[in-house]
């Protein structure tokens, strides 16, 4: 059995146009759908073989449109006209020539007869249409609502933690609270709020000053009234700077303040505290009477 080419070149004769290197299952497929007719030829893809007509070749020729022809159905046979006679009597000669003829009904055996003399169309039944519906792959998972709800969730903390960072230091009341314990070497970082001696009422316009000392003696001159929080822990360095021991850092700070002032000072303090420049920190909340 000869093996046919994957590929041929196809050439439409009507239209005079060659198509090069279609694969076999193409044409094929356009044979079968009729683009292609018997006239049209075809050949092995670069070769220089004679073209071929598509109803002769030995396997194309297969998936030609085949015509069907009409099924004739035969006409029934008429029923036989008799006289008038009273049913199951056979005609008779003396029955007169100017005898009403009527045909006779036809009994059942009557119409099985002629029907079976020859072969009957049967028309097929109309099927009915059904309707598919579209399956739904459900093998993929929804990502959608997951990303809403940490899309909810993320936006939740990120607001609780800039609230948190303007919310100032609330702490209860307490009583019966006994008081801390001295320390000469002690400093303390104290965070306050210096209001305007003209309006002392209005809160924009008061401002933040550091000021760090060295047990229950004031602050020095240099180390008062700072501006700035790295000014607060420069000063901090220089007391450290002449500690024969690691002393107990205290942070006081205002209780209207953010706790950020707190914070800032203490993420200074911690790399502090692992080097062993430091012993401990604190935090306190102090209210300093206005003026």
Known sequence: MARTAKTFDVWFVTANTVYKGVPYNVVANWTQEGRLAATDKVRPAGTTNPWVDVGSHEFLSDYLPRKTKARVVPAAAAPEVVPDRPPGRSPQATDPPGASLTAAPATPSDVSDV?????????????????????????????????????????????????????????????????????????????????????????????VKYSVRRGASPPRPEHDKLETPEQAIAALDELLANQTRPPEVRIACHKSLPNGRVLEIQAELEPRQKKGYINAYVATVVEAPKP
Do not use: Q, W
Not at 121 to 126: G, H, Q, V, W, Y
Not at 142 to 156: C, K, N, R, T, Y
Not at 169 to 194: C, F, N, Q, S
């Open 115 to 207: 029907t079976s003399e020859g072969p009957v169309a049967e028309l097929p039944e109309p099927e009915v249409p059904t309707l598919r519906t579209k399956e739904v792959d459900d093998e993929d998972v929804d990502m959608v609502p997951l990303i809403d709800i940490s899309m909810v969730l993320l936006v939740f903390f990120i607001m609780m933690r800039a609230a948190g960072a303007l919310a100032p230091i609330d702490v209860p009341e307490m009583r019966y609270a006994g008081e801390l314990k001295t320390d000469p070497e002690a400093i303390t970082i104290t965070i306050d709020k210096v209001y305007d001696p003209m309006n002392p009422d209005r809160e924009e316009l008061t401002t």
